[in-house]
């Protein structure tokens, strides 16, 4: 993913030194070259050896060294990056950069380089919130710098509130951000997402535990990868991906009519919904009221297989599913390929600690009818929305191949 590309990692003096340390292999393991910069007092938490020997190259620490510099230097250094990361970024470094300060090595090379960097804030909430700190922040974001914003929860200060340093997971699907080709550009995706709801009366429904993280993320790496996105969704409590054309739905049966109405324009089509796959015979439009029985019978019938429907009208678009398992997860997914005429399908045990309903992470194994399946660990919604994406523009890219009979 990073192959070929330089990043420097600039590291500050702050209790998540230790997590910088997994961004690296992250990077190292996408691929890219990262140099690493640490501060005076990062060192006091973790030694260069550790980022040292995860990089493979020296940790750069003083701005004169006469060995190092001869070796590299600040400015070649600060030349060479295609992408310079700030991780974690402390009030101070914020405040010398927005100033213009330029007193040690690493404050010197951000001086230098006119790479585009990503500043990983982390600090005491007090000091985030601090109106000094935050007009800093702004001059870094008016330059054009990437920020992102810390997490709130238990601090290692003993506070609780913002300022926690994100997940290194989320950091790298923001560093893939950066390097993202726009290889997605002349693909119309239909994305579905989120739960459908079947109504039985005005208060009481059938659904599911599907949150929609999944399907959003798609769309939204869809759209930072060129595609034109059309978000189908059920209802969720998330915030819509901006450029995507959203639909929002409510059933199965309003789901199949909005996406059969969007198919004849799309080139692809991504079911990450978790559609009802019964739905109540009758909708009674009057709350049912208990009166004296003991057991409640509802009758329920098929809902429309939106995604069988699709795999028999798909002519040359890419069909992509998801199945959801408890058991027999590769034979179930295998099935749900052939049967509803597939070209991919997202399996995940629904049962592994990290997949599935409501978390930030999962853990899925892609199988196709014709390529070896690719087997993922547990990463978040996002890396694995570009994951999938990759495939597509793999598939895509055989397809033309085989097409043009080179
Ligand atoms: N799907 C669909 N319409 C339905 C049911 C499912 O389009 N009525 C799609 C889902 O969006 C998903 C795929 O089919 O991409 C598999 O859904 P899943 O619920 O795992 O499987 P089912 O086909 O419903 O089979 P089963 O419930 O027996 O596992």
């Known amino acids: ?34 140099h690493v910069v640490m501060t005076e007092h990062a060192r006091e938490f973790v030694t ?18 006469l060995y190092q510099e001869k070796e590299i230097g600040h400015i070649s250094l600060a030349e060479r990056a295609d992408l310079f990361i700030v991780a974690p970024a402390t009030a101070n470094i914020i405040g010398k950069v927005a100033c213009g300060i330029a007193d040690d090595l ?40 990437l920020v992102m914003e810390p997490e709130t929860g238990a601090l290692a200060c003993g506070y609780v509130g913002k300022g926690k340093f994100p997940d290194p997971e989320k950091i790298f699907a923001n560093v893939l951000k950066v390097f993202q080709a726009r290889d997605l550009e002349g693909e119309r995706i239909i994305v579905t997402a989120g739960p459908t709801v079947e ?17 959003y993320a798609i769309a939204a790496a869809a759209l930072e990868r060129g595609a034109e996105v059309v978000l189908v969704s059920g209802p969720t409590a998330l915030k819509r991906p901006q450029g995507a054309k959203f639909r929002p739905v409510t059933s199965a049966k309003e789901m199949f009519e909005v996406v059969l109405e969007q198919l004849p324009e799309a080139t692809v089509v991504i079911k990450a919904a978790a559609v009802a796959d019964f739905r109540p015979v009758i909708f009674h439009d009057r709350k049912l009221k208990k009166g004296d029985e003991e057991k409640w019978v509802v009758e329920l019938e098929r809902t429309p297989d939106i995604l069988a429907a699709l795999g028999k009208a798909k002519d040359h678009r890419i069909l992509v599913g998801f199945a959801a398992e408890t058991e027999n997860l590769v034979e179930n997914a295998r099935r749900k390929l052939a049967n509803k005429n597939l070209d991919m399908v997202v399996a995940n045990d629904v049962t592994q600690p990290g997949a599935g309903f409501g978390g930030d992470t999962n853990l899925v194994t892609f199988l196709f009818p014709d390529r070896a399946p690719v087997a993922l660990p547990c990463l978040s919604k996002e890396v694995v929305a570009h994951r999938l994406l990759d495939q597509i523009v793999d598939i895509r890219r055989s397809r033309e191949k085989g097409a043009s009979g080179c």
């Open 106 to 145: 690493l404050s010197t090379t951000l001086m230098a380089t006119r790479a585009p960097s990503l500043f990983v804030p982390a600090m005491n909430v007090n000091m985030w919130e601090n109106s000094v700190f935050q007009t800093n922040l702004k001059k870094l974001e008016e330059r054009g710098c």
């Open 199 to 215: 109504k039985i009366d005005p208060v009481r429904y059938l659904s599911n535990f599907s949150s929609g993280k999944m399907g």
């Open 1 to 34: 993913m990073l192959e070929g590309k330089q990043i420097v990692l600039g590291v500050t003096g702050g209790i998540a030194v230790y997590k910088a340390v997994e961004l690296l292999r992250l990077c190292v393991k996408a691929g890219a070259e990262v």
């Open 48 to 65: 260069p050896l550790t980022f040292q020997t995860l990089s493979g190259n020296p940790v750069q620490t003083d701005l004169f060294n």
